[in-house]
């Protein structure tokens, strides 16, 4: 079965610093991961997907995830931090284009100080 | 485009009863899936349906069950109301072609917000 594994269940970072936020995958095929925001109060926003065309893969709001197979990662990097930033992200995998269930990860909060 | 829209927002309902939640999918989409969050269990999937068709089911207890329209609105509901179903519930919808990159790209409404006491 897919699953995902996020390191971290909070993040504090500067305005301004690098946000990272890490995603390990279990997959016995090339998976389909993803990332999604999520704001206090509201739904999930999809930030980026992968689907095996390019390794980085660039989303929304200057996020951009690397793909890599030898770590059996997708983490999660913004250069620079805002304040509008602070959500809980997740990390999702499907098994495959045709399979809709996704597998989330248990969240990582992210807090952004001034 | 309009997104996923769920009715009602929010509610609350007594132990026992029983609740129906409503989703539009985008336009165009024809897979809608439910998801349940909550703090201690967070996000699990419930089901899927795709064209009126039920595609993937979750590991929950037979009182949830959903349903799909001609329309692809999608209907899910909850039968005698346990405490423990106090959660978001989530629609997502995606355009559920198969082969394609874009077919399994999962959008999510804003959740209706389920309290029961």
């Known amino acids: 079965a897919q699953s995902v594994t996020q390191l971290g269940s909070h993040v504090s970072v500067s305005e301004g610093a690098l946000v990272l936020l890490r995603c390990n995958y279990s997959s016995s095929v090339p998976p389909y991961l993803f990332w999604y925001v999520q704001y206090p109060n509201q739904g999930l926003q999809l930030l980026l997907k992968y689907t095996s065309a390019a390794t980085l893969v660039k989303g929304i709001n200057g996020f951009e995830a690397e793909f890599k197979k030898s770590e059996t990662s997708f983490h999660l990097t913004k250069p620079s931090a805002h304040m509008s930033d602070a959500a809980e992200y997740f990390c999702a995998v499907s098994p495959s284009s045709n399979d809709y269930k996704l597998s989330f990860g248990a969240g990582t909060t992210v807090t952004v100080r001034a | 485009k309009a997104g996923v829209t769920q009715t009602p927002r929010y509610l609350i309902k007594t132990r026992g009863q029983q609740v129906t939640l409503s989703c539009s999918p985008i336009s165009g989409h024809r897979s809608v899936s439910w998801y349940q969050q909550t703090p201690g269990q967070g996000l699990q999937f419930l089901f899927e349906y795709f064209s009126e068709t039920q595609r993937n089911k979750g590991n929950f207890p037979g009182r949830f069950s959903g349903r799909q329209f001609s329309n692809s609105r999608s209907e899910m509901n909850v039968s005698t109301l346990e405490l423990g179903d106090s959660a978001l519930y989530l629609c997502?919808?995606?355009?559920?072609?198969?082969?394609?990159?874009?077919?399994?790209?999962?959008?999510f409404g804003e959740g209706s917000w389920l309290t029961v006491v």
């Open positions: 997502a919808s995606s355009p559920g072609q198969t082969g394609s990159h874009s077919g399994n790209t999962i959008y």
